[in-house]
């Protein structure tokens, strides 16, 4: 077996895969072999059927699936020999016929693959941020905690920092036929989701308003407010929910109190205001950073993006667009189609060579441990802080369980890894702002 290449430009090149028969022969006489033991051919016993007959029936579909496999791995070799990272699939080239009794057959490939260049992360330089939460954040944090374990307190009248429970349930018209069992959703609003609040601040406990479905469509943010995702709303069965008031209620909140500690952070972690204040400060410091170490990441990756060059084989990508998308007929509609998408390719290029550069690769360890970190994260949201290792690993496990979380962590950890690496070796000039100010920064 052999493999030459023909380059049309340094970033595509047409592979030419030569096979002799005997790279494939011995493999797809042993099939045929097996398929002559197992055979089920009325008039012969199982494993009594002729290999000449199973050679005539088989041969072909063996051989062509063997010839394909050795193909597939030769131009997967090539590639890893000779440092190539491949862009898009292997075109094959048309053939009048490929025969696999020949001594010699040969198949060919339009391929197209990344340039070879350099980055040099120490000239490229950004604003690093370190930043502080103040009392305004701290404070806030803390105010959560207490709401997580307040008091409820049903009320008569609305406050001003009253909450309204409300009901929700489609409307089933008179015309409907069939039973329709349409689970109510119950949440509870207050000032802060203005939409909802609007809606029914007016109404008392027992009253009652009607959504359509269409305002629903038209209005996200009160769908959102009311428990609704866009695909919820389009998928409503009917053309009205009606919205319920159950009930009007206070929040007490739970006291600042080692009971309040104890919940939050285990039992004597905590004992003072001021050291919840200081762990609370401490944790928010580090979410930050994070949030500004990313921040500076992007700051350099559009940086390199702009103004490194890169190359793509962009005459290959075209042929690969009309060999692989069949919404796409035409070679104008590829080139535009390319046109669209050559930014976020080039940005692709440039994070992918970053990390073969820097040898970057992750494991299943990686994945693991940022999923247990996003479970954390999750249920921090909630107030929820101690959690045994055990408990956090179940839910990470059950959440691999998903191809497209996998996926979705794996690249986040690919990224992670490729920020540890930009934030030692690009040049940052670093200042001290707030959490707000660090805000309007990620405005800009």
Not at 43 to 56: A, C, D, I, Q
Not at 282 to 301: G, P, S
Not at 305 to 318: G, I, M, Q, S
Request: no cysteine; net charge negative.
């Amino acid at each position: 077996m052999n493999v030459t290449a023909t380059n049309h430009d340094d970033v595509s090149a047409l592979l030419t895969v030569t096979l002799n028969k005997s790279d494939y022969k011995e493999k797809v006489d042993k099939q045929l072999m097996n398929y002559a033991k197992t055979a089920t051919v009325p008039g012969f016993r199982k494993g009594k059927v002729p290999l000449s007959m199973v050679r005539k029936q088989y041969e072909a579909g063996i051989a062509f699936e063997e010839i394909n496999k050795q193909v597939s791995e030769a131009i997967n070799n090539y590639s890893n020999e000779n440092n190539l990272r491949l862009m898009g699939q292997p075109i094959p080239q048309p053939v009048n016929e490929l025969d696999y009794n020949a001594e010699q057959l040969s198949v060919a490939f339009e391929v197209g693959y990344e340039p070879n260049f350099t980055i040099d992360l120490a000239k490229y330089e950004a604003p690093y941020y370190n930043v502080e939460a103040g009392e305004k954040e701290i404070g806030q944090s803390i105010e959560n905690m207490q709401k997580r374990f307040a008091e409820r307190e049903e009320v008569e009248k609305l406050g001003k920092d009253s909450f309204i429970t409300l009901e929700i349930k489609q409307v089933v018209e008179e015309t409907a036929e069939g039973e329709h069992n349409h689970a109510p959703k119950t949440i509870a609003i207050n000032k802060d989701q203005k939409e909802a609040y609007g809606l029914v601040k007016s109404l008392n406990v027992g009253d009652s308003a009607k959504v359509s479905k269409e305002d629903l469509l038209a209005k996200e943010e009160l769908a959102k407010e009311l428990g609704f995702s866009k695909e919820e709303a389009e998928h409503l069965h009917h053309n009205e929910v009606e919205v319920t008031v159950k009930d009007f209620h206070n929040l007490k909140l739970a006291a600042l109190d080692q009971d309040l500690f104890d919940k939050v952070y285990g039992e004597g972690n905590i004992k003072t205001e001021e050291e919840l204040k200081a762990k609370v400060k401490t944790e928010l410091d580090e979410y930050f950073q994070q949030n500004a170490d990313v921040h500076f990441v992007n700051k350099i990756l559009e940086q390199i993006t702009e103004k490194e060059e890169v190359k793509l084989p962009e005459a290959f990508l075209v042929k690969w667009l009309l060999f692989s998308n069949e919404q796409i007929q035409t070679e104008d509609q590829a080139k535009q189609a390319l046109e669209q998408e050559k930014n976020q390719l080039k940005h692709q290029v440039i994070e992918g060579k970053l990390m073969t550069d820097n040898d970057i690769k992750i494991d299943y360890t990686d994945v693991l441990l940022q999923a247990e970190q996003l479970v954390r994260n999750q249920l921090a949201m909630y107030g929820i802080h101690q959690l045994p290792d055990s408990e956090v690993q179940k839910y990470a496990v059950e959440m691999l369980k998903n191809e497209e979380q996998v996926r979705q962590i794996s690249g986040e950890v690919a990224m992670s890894k490729l920020k540890d690496v930009i934030l030692e070796k690009a040049t940052k000039k670093e200042s001290k702002i707030s959490h707000d100010e660090f805000l309007e920064e990620l405005k800009k």
